[in-house]
């Protein structure tokens, strides 16, 4: 049987945020059990692969994996890697799974490009719809739409394993048809919440996520086991004792919480 752990559920700046004074990110300072790292989960089979190579990667794993998958070019989701560099653990050869275009910003641009000419590093190109057959588990990465800093692409994972499958898309532009009919065709999907609402900060039109209240009304009739995560700061679903957090769970969804584990 193959497991995911999740490893964190914030958007990537992670909660505290940098600068902010919110009632949330103060709580998180005052008490660190209410902070939140950045999104990212673990699969573990015969060997154990991180999703998402993120800044608070020294609090999430203990060990260096077997491999990482990456999912795109922002801040929370591969910065992390340099972790695995000579100034860190200084690892050998570690398979990270990426894009091609992601591959050459590793290759290409320092300090990422240390890790491949130092080989800390082995990287290795993935297309969408294409499946990686690991151990017990497949994977298949999915091309998603999402903001774009560098044009590298996105990427969603299905993990299929013995029993049970998973989805993971942490972050996407919209809840297109073509991405809840993946939520629908998958056991449990981890989905993008990053905001509850348009009108959380003022520049939502340049950062563009579902609304965690608009993904459920489309998903409302779903049998599949739906978890939000990648939440901003400012989402209300990140306190518990929210009223957000109260219709969430109510409806039938659940807010993803570091620790919980998924079988496969």
Do not use: K
Request: proline fraction near 5%; hydrophobic fraction near 40%; aromatic fraction near 6%.
């Amino acid at each position: 049987m193959s497991t995911v752990e999740i490893l964190g559920t914030a958007q990537d700046a992670g909660v505290p945020h940098l600068g902010c004074r919110c009632e949330s990110c103060a709580a998180a300072r005052e008490d660190p059990r209410r902070a939140r790292y950045a999104s990212a989960i673990r699969l573990e089979d015969a060997g154990r692969y991180l999703f998402d190579a993120t800044p608070d990667v020294r609090f999430q794993t203990v060990d260096v994996p077997d491999g990482v998958f990456l999912t795109h070019a922002h801040l929370g989701h591969l910065t992390g890697l340099s972790y695995f560099g000579r100034e860190s653990v200084d690892a050998d050869e570690l398979p990270v799974y990426a894009t091609s275009g992601l591959g050459d910003v590793i290759r290409d641009n320092e300090p990422l490009r240390s890790l491949v000419r130092e080989r800390n590093v082995e990287l290795r190109a993935v297309a969408d719809g294409d499946p990686v057959a690991l151990e017990t588990t497949s994977v298949t990465p999915i091309r998603v739409d999402h903001r774009e800093s560098l044009p590298t692409g996105t990427l969603a994972y299905r993990l299929d394993g013995p029993n049970r499958s998973l989805l993971y898309v942490s972050d996407v532009d919209a809840l297109t048809a073509r991405v809840e009919s993946l939520i629908r065709d998958v056991d449990v999907a981890l989905v993008d919440g990053t905001f509850w609402s348009a009108d959380e900060i003022g520049r939502v039109e340049a950062v563009p996520h579902p609304t965690v209240r608009s993904s459920m009304a489309t998903l409302a009739d779903v049998d599949t086991e739906v978890r939000f995560t990648h939440l901003n700061h400012t989402n209300p679903l990140v306190d518990p004792a929210s009223d957000a957090r109260e219709r969430l769970e109510s409806a039938g969804f659940r807010v993803a919480a570091r620790g919980d584990v998924v079988e496969l």
